[in-house]
């Protein structure tokens, strides 16, 4: 036999091992898929109480179950020296309704925003309805602000995003209490009327969740 032709047969006899070879991975290949298929089909799908992972949605993320009441004050001292905690005694009777601020003269106000609910804080804030032009409206707690109010506006806002804890009845400042102490100072020479409403009806002062 000669050379090229002896060659020719080893290339084809080389080809035929490899496809062999190839055939016979596939085989195996095909056997093993088979085999686990069938290992897999064994088992039952069951349920089991008591395990898992589950999610519970909660909606009431915040209380919107505040009430409040508002208390006329006066000055205890006869010098208005601008240090007004403590300083000032609130009546026992809620004034609604319409307020008259004398000329030259501040008067106080305490609110206080209950939050009945048990189980979630509150934010708020308290507007008033109208606000009459040529006031100055300060709050002396919770937070330390004066403004002066040259033209009437409505929805006028006394304090912002303000926090009000959950009813704690253990608790000895107020269960879900948010006390708000503020006074209207009248810089004209005649009286103004300043409308504070009635709560649940007649809107003056009136509580916005944020």
Request: proline letters at 4%.
């Amino acid at each position: 036999m000669s050379r090229p032709k002896k060659k020719k047969k080893q290339n084809r006899i080389l080809s035929n091992r490899h496809g062999i070879m190839l055939i016979a991975l596939l085989a195996v290949v095909i056997l093993m898929v088979n085999l686990m298929t069938f290992s897999y089909s064994w088992f039952t799908p069951q349920v089991q109480t008591g395990k898992g992972i589950y999610f519970t949605h909660t909606t009431n993320l915040r209380s919107e179950d505040c009430s409040f009441e508002t208390y006329q004050g006066t000055v205890s001292t006869s010098t208005d020296n601008g240090l007004y905690i403590g300083e000032v005694v609130y009546n026992t009777t809620q004034v609604t309704g319409n307020v008259m601020i004398p000329a030259h003269s501040k008067v106080y106000f305490r609110t206080n925003i209950q939050n009945n609910s048990t189980q979630y804080p509150s934010i708020v804030s308290l507007y008033i309805a109208s606000m009459p032009a040529n006031l100055t409206v300060a709050v002396t707690y919770p937070s330390n602000s004066v403004r002066d109010i040259t033209s009437a506006q409505s929805d006028y806002y006394i304090i912002r995003n303000a926090y009000v804890k959950v009813k704690d009845l253990n608790d000895a400042d107020g269960p879900g209490l948010l006390v708000v102490d503020w006074y209207v100072e009248n810089t004209t020479g005649s009286a103004i009327t300043l409308h504070l409403g009635t709560p649940g009806s007649d809107v003056g002062l009136y509580l916005m969740y944020n």
